[in-house]
């Protein structure tokens, strides 16, 4: 049975693709190897880079690659907040 915090994971776009697309890869892991506190890091950081000046995910909230990446960059921000307020 799938842990809760693998399940919320897959609501998190940005969370759900850096595990699968860049650390379970560099890593040589499953997604299930992980354990809740390097899942919660990796949120947090993710959502820290938001606000981080010069950084891609940044440059998307102020609009400097379109008003869609804008877009998708505040839903971004959304679900990882939510993310984070169940489970930090």
Do not use: P
Not at 34 to 39: G, K, Q, T
């Amino acid at each position: 049975m799938a842990r809760q915090i693998l399940k919320d994971m897959e609501k998190v776009d940005e969370l759900i693709y850096s595990f699968k697309n860049v650390l379970c890869v560099d890593d040589n892991k499953n997604l299930k190897d992980y354990n809740d506190s390097e899942i919660i890091q990796e949120a947090q950081y993710i959502y820290d880079t938001y606000k981080e000046y010069d950084h891609r995910n940044y440059l998307m909230v102020c609009g400097e690659y379109g008003k869609e990446e804008q877009k998708q960059a505040v839903k971004e921000i959304k679900q990882l907040k939510n993310f984070l307020n169940k489970w930090r």
